[in-house]
Nanobody, 127 residues
C-alpha cells in the first residue's frame, strides 16, 4: 500500500482559496490514479476530484459537478505529491478532505475503488 499524508487545510472566508497537498510514499506513485474525497458532518464521504496515473497516455482529470470550475487537481510525480487548488470557496465546501490512492492507474471515483486513504485535513469555510 501507499502511505498518504495531507496538509494545507484551515479556516477561510467564503470566496477565498486554499491549496491542499498530499505526500505519498511506499508504492510507485506514478502508477496510481489519485483522488480527493470529502466528508461533511452527518454526510457520506464523496468524490471531489481525481487524476489518472502518469503511465497513462493522457493523464486525465475528473471533477464532481459541485466543484467544477473552482477546484483544480494536479500531481508532481517527481515529488510524489498531489495537490488540490480550491478557489471561490463556499460554506458548503466545509468538510474533512481525504487524499486517496486507487487500485490501479485509473481515477478512483468511488469508495470501493480506493486502496489507501490519508488521515484527512479539515477545511472550514465561513460565510
Amino acid at each position: 500500500q501507499v502511505q498518504l499524508v495531507e496538509s494545507g487545510g484551515g479556516l477561510v472566508q467564503a470566496g477565498g482559496s486554499l491549496r491542499l497537498s498530499c505526500a505519498a510514499s511506499g508504492r510507485t506513485f506514478n502508477n496510481l490514479g489519485m483522488a480527493w474525497f470529502r466528508q461533511a458532518p452527518g454526510k457520506e464521504r464523496e468524490f471531489v476530484a481525481g487524476i489518472g496515473a502518469a503511465i497513462l497516455r493522457n493523464t486525465n482529470t475528473y471533477y464532481a459537478d459541485s466543484v467544477k470550475g473552482r477546484f483544480t487537481i494536479a500531481r508532481d510525480n517527481a515529488a510524489n505529491t498531489m495537490y488540490l487548488q480550491m478557489n471561490s470557496l463556499k460554506p458548503e465546501d466545509t468538510a474533512v478532505y481525504y487524499c486517496a490512492a486507487g487500485q490501479g492507474p485509473w481515477i478512483p471515483t468511488t469508495l470501493g475503488n480506493v486502496d489507501s486513504w490519508g488521515q484527512g485535513t479539515q477545511v472550514t469555510v465561513s460565510s
